[in-house]
């Protein structure tokens, strides 16, 4: 169905003509061919012969490779208290470096119960401390926040961290440095 009085017409043995429509659909159906509008915004559209069902699978598959090199972005949650203990801290900060170093956003939450809002201060320093920690795998994206009961900060990754896909081919119970030696008794 194309609607434009002339076209580019090109054909599989190369050749490129300007021509009237009617006439290049009749001559891409001598070859055996479908005319596909290819690119509509030019002057005069270009039109190509080709296998209508051909064409569609090929873009079909374009599509499919490029969806599946695409790395949808991901905003990952973590929840702290203003009084949470180092052990939690560290377990926590673990989890976001691998989350950091996947490509995806991390997002650190306070949330203050009772009488904790009155303390807000301790949350943000948590928060502060928290991107710091992270400044090597991520960057802060603005201050913390405070909304209602919670304050939060968003992290996002740096752009020359290698992701981490691979995990050490090292077995676990072999030293790292060879001092694993017997020792000679004295």
Do not use: C
């Not at 190509?48 to 949808?72: I, L, S, T």
């Not at 303390?119 to 920690?133: I, N, P, Q, S, T």
């Amino acid at each position: 169905m194309i609607r434009a009085r002339e076209v580019r017409a090109v054909f599989p043995d190369g050749t490129v003509e300007i021509m009237p429509t009617p006439a290049a659909v009749r001559k891409a159906q001598d070859l055996g061919l479908d005319l596909i509008l290819i690119a509509p915004t030019a002057e005069p559209p270009v039109a190509k012969a080709m296998d209508y069902g051909q064409w569609q699978y090929e873009q079909k598959k374009k599509q499919h490779d490029a969806k599946k090199k695409q790395h949808v972005i991901q905003v990952k949650e973590l929840k702290f208290r203003p009084n949470t203990d180092d052990h939690d801290y560290e377990f926590k900060k673990n989890h976001a470096i691998r989350f950091l170093k996947d490509g995806n956003r991390v997002k650190a939450v306070v949330q203050f119960r009772g009488r904790e809002i009155a303390h807000v201060e301790l949350g943000k320093k948590l928060l502060l401390r928290f991107a710091e920690d992270l400044a090597g795998v991520g960057s802060i994206e603005g201050q913390p926040r405070l909304e209602g009961r919670n304050a939060h900060v968003i992290i996002s990754p740096v752009k020359g961290v290698p992701a981490a896909k691979e995990k050490s081919k090292e077995p676990a119970g072999a030293p790292a440095d060879g001092a694993g030696a017997k020792e000679e008794p004295q």
